[in-house]
């Protein structure tokens, strides 16, 4: 009798065990995230909103989120260990000339997916940095040109509804604060553009225009997937829906996961 209690106890000990092991397989990591931020100035409130909106997402999606908030660190060896690398608002410059090539290796080799927002598209020669021309021309052969100090409202719209990254985004939304950077020209030629803004909706209007006005895009020359986003400036854009659902998908896509 005490014989088959014992054996009863195995088998419900490993019926348990044997659970608990799939369960914690389960919630293995589905991919890596690695995040470059700005901890400071003026876009330090996105960052404050965006960092516990990607926690969420990371916990959700089970994937994993890790933070640097300096390029010193990024090189070939770190970067391989991720299957996506958002740049947060961080610059185009103030990089070092390893975390250049490393990242450019990234792209160019289909290393792993690629996510932008807005401040990644400030290209020129900036706080005595030359211009990253390769930079430039992953992003369109733009350089910025100017931008709204006064910020306005404006309506983007999606052009490419059939694009995995717009799934669930509506045919159009409204942004509702945002410095709408101009570059010398559109990079419209040598991207696919995604989303654009709608310059007449601008609320207060403004004359620093670009006439075709590209917001969201996609580089198909290089080999890994990459998305540029420019709305990024405001915190409240994590209370938009669209904004959201459209940086969510631009992560999974990125990932190569949908």
Not at 26 to 45: D, M, P, Q, R
Not at 55 to 60: E, G, I, M, R
Not at 200 to 206: A, M, N, R, V
Request: a positive charge; hydrophobic letters at 35%; one cysteine or more.
């Amino acid at each position: 009798m005490k014989n088959s209690i014992l054996v009863i106890c195995l088998v419900i000990f490993c019926f348990f065990f044997q659970t608990n092991c799939t369960a914690q397989k389960s919630k293995k990591s589905k991919f890596k995230v690695l995040v470059l931020y700005e901890n400071g100035g003026h876009h330090l409130a996105f960052t404050k909103a965006a960092k516990p909106w990607l926690n969420k997402l990371a916990v959700d999606s089970s994937c994993t989120i890790d933070y640097v908030e300096s390029t010193k660190t990024i090189n070939e060896a770190l970067l391989k260990k991720y299957q996506v690398f958002i740049q947060l608002d961080y610059p185009p410059y103030t990089w070092s000339k390893e975390s250049m090539k490393a990242f450019e290796k990234y792209m160019n080799n289909g290393k792993g997916g690629w996510v932008g927002l807005h401040h990644a598209t400030l290209l020129g020669e900036f706080d005595g940095y030359p211009i990253w021309q390769w930079f430039s021309d992953f992003m369109g052969g733009i350089k910025f040109l100017d931008y709204i100090p006064t910020f306005a409202r404006a309506k983007v719209n999606i052009e490419d509804s059939l694009h995995p990254i717009t799934k669930g985004v509506p045919s159009n939304f409204f942004v509702n604060t945002e410095e709408w950077y101009t570059y010398n020209k559109s990079p419209r030629s040598n991207v696919q553009v995604i989303g654009s803004v709608d310059e007449s909706t601008y609320e207060p209007d403004s004359k620093i225009k670009m006439g075709d006005h590209p917001v969201i895009w996609t580089n198909n020359h290089f080999k890994s997937r990459n998305v540029y986003i420019f709305m990024g400036h405001s915190p409240e854009l994590f209370q938009n829906e669209a904004y959201t659902t459209l940086l969510r998908n631009s992560i999974f896509w990125a990932a190569n996961k949908n």
